[in-house]
């Protein structure tokens, strides 16, 4: 198991990914499309191109904190297509080795 999880989040409204330290529960990157910075220059918060630009800036944020490798398990009622395999297929795209792990 990888010392670093992804947790993605989307609703209606925002999109929202954190990648977070297993043994300290201490977030090492978040993005959000809620964020001010972010906000002003999306059109859509919750579109395809919002989940390529969370995905871009939080790899990123983490390689500035020097994670480079982290393991995502979707949740019980989420599938791994569409907005959620997006945001993790940008981090892999932007240099961070994501291992999924599908029941």
Same mark, same amino acid.
């Given at each position: 198991?990888?010392? !670093?999880?992804?947790?993605? !989040?989307?609703? +209606? &409204?925002?999109? =929202?990914? =954190?990648?977070?330290? &297993?043994?300290?529960?201490?977030?090492?990157?978040?993005?959000?499309?809620? !964020? +001010?910075?972010?906000?002003?220059?999306?059109?859509?918060?919750?579109?395809?191109?919002?989940?390529?630009?969370?995905?871009?800036?939080? =790899?990123? &944020?983490?390689?500035?904190?020097?994670?480079?490798?982290?393991?995502?398990?979707? &949740?019980?009622?989420?599938?791994?297509?569409?907005?959620?395999?997006?945001?993790?297929?940008?981090?892999?795209?932007?240099?961070?080795?994501?291992?999924?792990?599908?029941?």
């Amino acid at each position: 198991m990888e010392p !670093f999880t992804l947790d993605v !989040f989307i609703s +209606k &409204r925002f999109v =929202s990914a =954190s990648i977070t330290h &297993r043994v300290t529960c201490k977030q090492v990157a978040v993005v959000g499309t809620n !964020f +001010k910075d972010i906000k002003a220059v999306l059109k859509s918060r919750s579109d395809i191109p919002a989940c390529l630009s969370v995905g871009q800036i939080l =790899s990123d &944020r983490a390689r500035e904190a020097d994670v480079y490798n982290a393991s995502y398990t979707p &949740r019980d009622r989420d599938k791994f297509v569409g907005k959620i395999r997006v945001v993790v297929q940008s981090l892999i795209d932007n240099g961070i080795d994501i291992k999924v792990y599908l029941d």
